[in-house]
Nanobody, 129 residues
């Protein structure tokens, strides 16, 4: 059974940086799409950024382009979310999730919640102004 363990959240001033980590167990990590979502108080959970399988294609929402970067270390079964230039509107609980296994010639970055099978427990990111 796949399990995900997130870490790295915290309180940071606007303009600061944080790096979130998500360690996976129980899966051939490199073959699966991975994603980061977030949920702010009173709002729906939203996709933030994702990475496909072995080819490592990435996709992010417009509001974080140029500021957030997803990467993966397959040897450590860990995916990272580097967040720079943080803004108060980035305040949310951040979740990592594991999606589809991708072994074929075509890879995608899933963006819908239902395309992800297992979720981490979430880590709080708070950006003060």
């Amino acid at each position: 059974q796949v399990q995900l363990f997130e870490s790295g959240g915290g309180l940071v001033q606007a303009g600061g940086s944080l790096r979130l980590s998500c360690a996976a167990s129980g899966a051939t990590f490199s073959s699966y799409a991975m994603g980061w979502f977030r949920q702010a108080p009173g709002k729906d959970r939203e996709f933030v950024v994702g990475i496909s399988g072995p080819r490592g294609w990435t996709w992010s929402i417009d509001s974080v382009k140029g500021r957030f970067t997803i990467s993966r270390d397959n040897a450590k079964n860990t995916v990272y979310l580097q967040m720079n230039g943080l803004k108060p509107e980035d305040t949310a609980v951040y979740y990592c999730a594991i999606g589809q296994r991708m072994d074929g010639p075509i890879e995608i970055v899933p963006t819908a919640s239902y395309e992800y099978m297992t979720w981490g427990q979430g880590t709080q990111v708070t950006v003060s102004s």
